[in-house]
């Protein structure tokens, strides 16, 4: 079972996250089990303080280094921590191999920043990883939180059935999925690829592997350039061999 520490100022914010069946199918099941931890919790101040100006001025203010080490040594005191992530857009972008990676471990904490972010001790002393959700910086670290664990529960062993396979995705091997369609299978008047209709169980796989093939390479062609070594090659070259061999 994976347990999620997430440290935040704003808990509430994960109110219907919790509440959504993916998350709760994960924590029936018991492959997830998600901490909330009130920051403010961790203050000795009658205004629960999590926050001060920065030194040397400027805008904004900063979270303080003492409630954060004091969470974490907290969660620390009843197990281990694998890994103690900070969310930040100065981080390591997100991607589905650190998912994957993420994935297996037993316990992992989340540090959600706010304000102008967090003190710079945090971040050496403190996390043992950052991740960034893309280029971009939203107000606070609870919805990357929320992307990253989601992301991670899909992966977890039990909580996304076979009928729909975190296998096939896109991202799964430096790819990106085909195309797909569903009923009706003609719209207006556009009509579903006859293979898909055909009922050909073979074709059907070399049309998606091609397509696969060609999406990536036409919209992510940074993808191709990672394929190289990547975890999964060797599978994604065994297929892609099956379906031109089929042909
Ligand atoms: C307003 S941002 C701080 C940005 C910071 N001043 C900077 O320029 O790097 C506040 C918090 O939101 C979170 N955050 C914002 N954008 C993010 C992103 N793209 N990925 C992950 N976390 C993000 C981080 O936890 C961050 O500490």
Not at 37 to 65: A, C, I, K, Q, W
């Amino acid at each position: 079972m994976l347990t999620a520490h997430v440290i935040t100022i704003f808990p509430d914010f994960f109110g219907s996250f919790l509440a959504h069946p993916l998350i709760s199918k994960a924590t029936d099941i018991d492959a997830l089990s998600i901490r909330l931890h009130d920051l403010r919790e961790y203050t000795h101040d009658n205004h629960r303080s999590v926050d001060d100006m920065p030194f040397g001025g400027g805008p904004g203010m900063v979270l303080m280094p003492g409630p954060l080490f004091e969470a974490v040594d907290d969660i620390r005191e009843d197990g281990k921590i694998d890994r103690v992530i900070l969310l930040t857009p100065q981080g390591r972008p997100l991607d589905q191999d650190v998912v994957a990676e993420l994935s297996a471990a037993q316990s992992i904490a989340l540090i959600c920043g706010r304000y102008e972010g967090v003190d710079e001790r945090v971040r050496e002393h403190l996390a043992t990883e950052e991740y960034s959700i893309g280029d971009y910086v939203l107000a606070g670290g609870e919805l990357p939180a929320m992307v990253l664990l989601e992301a991670i529960v899909r992966l977890l062993p039990g909580v996304v059935g076979r009928e729909e396979s975190t296998f096939d995705e896109s991202h799964s091997f430096a790819m990106l999925e085909y195309p797909q369609y569903t009923r009706p299978s003609k719209f207006r008047d556009w009509k579903v690829p006859k293979v898909l209709l055909s009922g050909d169980h073979q074709r059907i796989e070399r049309w998606r592997a091609r397509q696969s093939l060609l999406r990536t390479l036409t919209r992510r062609p940074d993808l191709v350039a990672g394929w190289r070594g990547i975890c999964g090659a060797e599978e994604l070259s065994a297929r892609l061999q099956k379906a031109l061999n089929d042909e």
